[in-house]
C-alpha cells in the first residue's frame, strides 16, 4: 500500500525543481488525480500552497457540485481557494474550436492569471504517467512527428507536473491509504464521449495486460524523445531567425532548407507557419511535407494553401509563406458618404463624377459595403445565366488575396455593384430614373480626386 513518504517520483521532481519550496497553486477539478495532488502537496515542507479550480459550465449541475466540493474541501482544511468559469461552449464557436481545446484555453487562462495575481512562483496540475501514454497514443494513430510522441512536457513556464511519471494506480493506492475524498467527471466513464475515453476505457486494460509498466514505458520513451525533439527544434530555430519579414508573412531562401536533415527542415517549416499565423494549433505534418516538397521543387505546385488565410509559394529560389489580411465586415454608407475598403475608396454621389458609375438605390434600402461572399452569383452584359464571383474573379486573373480586399456594395443581401465587374443589371437605371453614381478609386487616386 502507497503510504505518505511514496510518490518517489514526485518528490524527486520538487527536489530539483524547487529546492528551497515556494508559493504554488494546484489546479483542482475535484476528481481523484487533482485532490491527490492537492493533499500531497500540503505534507511537503517548505511549500505555501493554494487551490484553483474553473468550472467550464458544460456538465450543469454535476459541474456546480464540483465546484461546491472542492471549495468545501480547502475551507474545511485551511486552504486558500480561488474559483472561475466560462463559456466553453460560446468561446468555442467564436473561435472555431474543439470544446476540448476551448476548455483547456480558458482554463489555463484562469491558472495564469490567478497564479499572478497570487504571487505563485508556479502552476502544479495532476497529469500523470497514463494521461502521458494516452496523448501519445492519440498522437500516433492521428500522424505526428518526434514532437508529437514526446506527450506533454513535464515543465512548460511555469506549469509544473509533478506526477507525470506516476501511473494513476499508484495515485489510487495514494488516496485509499490516505481516505482522500473526490468526486467522479460522469462524462469520463463514456467511450463515446472523446476519443482519449476510448483509449482509456478500452485500449489501456489491453496495454497492461501485455505489460503491466506499459504508461511507465511510454512516459520514459516519450522524455527521450523530449530531449531529442528538443535539440531539433534548437536547430530549426536557429534557420528561423535568419528568414526575412515580410509585411504579411516570412521568407527563407530555398537552399537553407536543403542544405539540412529533413528533421530540422520540417521544424523550420513548422516554426515559419506558426511565426506567420501567430500559433500552432490545427498546423499539421501534412502542411509541413506539403510546403516542403514545395521547397524542394518536387512537383509542378507553385504555391500551397494552408489553414487561417495562409499561402506559401515558391518564388524563384525563396519560399514565401504570408497570411490574408482579417477581412472587414460589413459598413454602413449612404448618398454623399465614402467608405475604406482594402485599399479601396468607394463612393456614393448624387453627381456624375468621373469614373462613376450609374446605380438604382431602392428607397430606404439598406446599403453596405462588404466583402465578397460564397454564396454572390453574378449576371455579366451579354450572358444568360449568373455565375460565381469566386470564379469569375479567378477568369480574370485575380489571386485569393486580391480578390478578398474587393469592396463589394451590397443592396440588402445583394451584390449590387464592384470595381471589377461593375453595376449589376438588377441595379441599373432606368432611364426615366434619376440615378446616384458609385465610384471605387485606389488610395493612390485620392489626390487626383480632390482636384
Known amino acids: 500500500m502507497t503510504t505518505m513518504n511514496e510518490l518517489t517520483a514526485a518528490a524527486e521532481f520538487l527536489r530539483r525543481r524547487f529546492p528551497h519550496g515556494g508559493r504554488v497553486l494546484c489546479a483542482v477539478s475535484g476528481g481523484l488525480d487533482s ?63 474543439s470544446i476540448e481545446e476551448a476548455a483547456r484555453q480558458l482554463r489555463y487562462d484562469f491558472l495564469k492569471e490567478t497564479a499572478e495575481e497570487n504571487g505563485a512562483d508556479a502552476i502544479l496540475t495532476a497529469h500523470h504517467a497514463d494521461d502521458n501514454a ?30 507525470l511519471r506516476i501511473p494513476r494506480a499508484e ?70 531567425e535568419q528568414a526575412k519579414e515580410l509585411p504579411d508573412g516570412v521568407a527563407i531562401p530555398c537552399l ?9 527542415a520540417e521544424r523550420t517549416i513548422l516554426q515559419l507557419m506558426a511565426r506567420a499565423a501567430g500559433h500552432r494549433r490545427d498546423l499539421t505534418a501534412a502542411h509541413v511535407v506539403a ?17 487561417y488565410g495562409m499561402t506559401a509559394r515558391r518564388k524563384k529560389y525563396t519560399l514565401e509563406i504570408t497570411r490574408r489580411p482579417v ?21 456614393i454621389s448624387n453627381h456624375a463624377l468621373p469614373g462613376a458609375l450609374p446605380i438604382r438605390l431602392p428607397a430606404d434600402a439598406a446599403v453596405t459595403v462588404t466583402p465578397w461572399r460564397p454564396n454572390d452569383w453574378l449576371r455579366l452584359p451579354g450572358s444568360r445565366g449568373k455565375r460565381s464571383f ?14 478578398d480586399t474587393l469592396p463589394v456594395l451590397r443592396v440588402g443581401e445583394a451584390h449590387a455593384a464592384d470595381p471589377v465587374f461593375g453595376v449589376q443589371p438588377d441595379f441599373a437605371p432606368c432611364s426615366e430614373e434619376e440615378p446616384v453614381f458609385v465610384k471605387f478609386y485606389k488610395k493612390t487616386e485620392e489626390r487626383e480626386h480632390e482636384k
Open 134 to 163: 494516452e496523448t501519445v497514443l492519440l498522437s500516433l494513430i492521428r500522424g505526428t512527428g518526434s514532437a508529437g510522441l514526446a506527450g506533454i512536457p513535464q515543465v512548460r513556464g511555469n506549469i509544473c507536473r509533478p506526477f
Open 171 to 240: 495515485l489510487a493506492e495514494y488516496a485509499a491509504a490516505h481516505d482522500i475524498p473526490h468526486v467522479e467527471d460522469s462524462t469520463n466513464q463514456d467511450p463515446g464521449a472523446a476519443a482519449r475515453n476510448a483509449l482509456r476505457s478500452t485500449v489501456m486494460p489491453v496495454l497492461r495486460q501485455l505489460n503491466p509498466k506499459c504508461a511507465e514505458n511510454i512516459a520514459r520513451t516519450s522524455a527521450i524523445l523530449r530531449e531529442e525533439s528538443d535539440a531539433l527544434e534548437s536547430m530549426a530555430r536557429g534557420l528561423t
Open 35 to 97: 485532490m491527490c495532488l492537492l493533499d500531497y502537496m500540503t505534507r511537503q515542507k517548505g511549500f505555501s500552497v493554494a487551490a484553483a479550480h474553473f468550472n467550464h459550465r458544460l456538465r450543469g449541475t454535476e459541474a456546480d457540485r464540483d465546484e461546491e466540493f472542492v471549495r468545501d474541501y480547502c475551507a474545511q482544511h485551511r486552504i486558500p481557494f480561488v474559483s472561475g468559469s466560462g463559456d466553453v461552449r460560446s468561446f468555442a464557436e467564436k473561435e472555431g474550436r
Open 291 to 307: 510546403v516542403l516538397d514545395l521547397a524542394w521543387g518536387r512537383g509542378e505546385e507553385k504555391e500551397v494553401s494552408l489553414p
Open 390 to 403: 469566386k470564379r469569375l474573379c479567378a477568369e480574370r486573373g485575380l489571386t485569393p488575396e486580391e480578390r
Open 327 to 347: 477581412r472587414p465586415g460589413a459598413v454602413p454608407i449612404l448618398v454623399g458618404g465614402t467608405v475604406d475598403f482594402g485599399g479601396t475608396t468607394v463612393m
Open 256 to 264: 537553407m532548407l536543403m542544405d539540412v536533415p529533413a528533421a530540422v
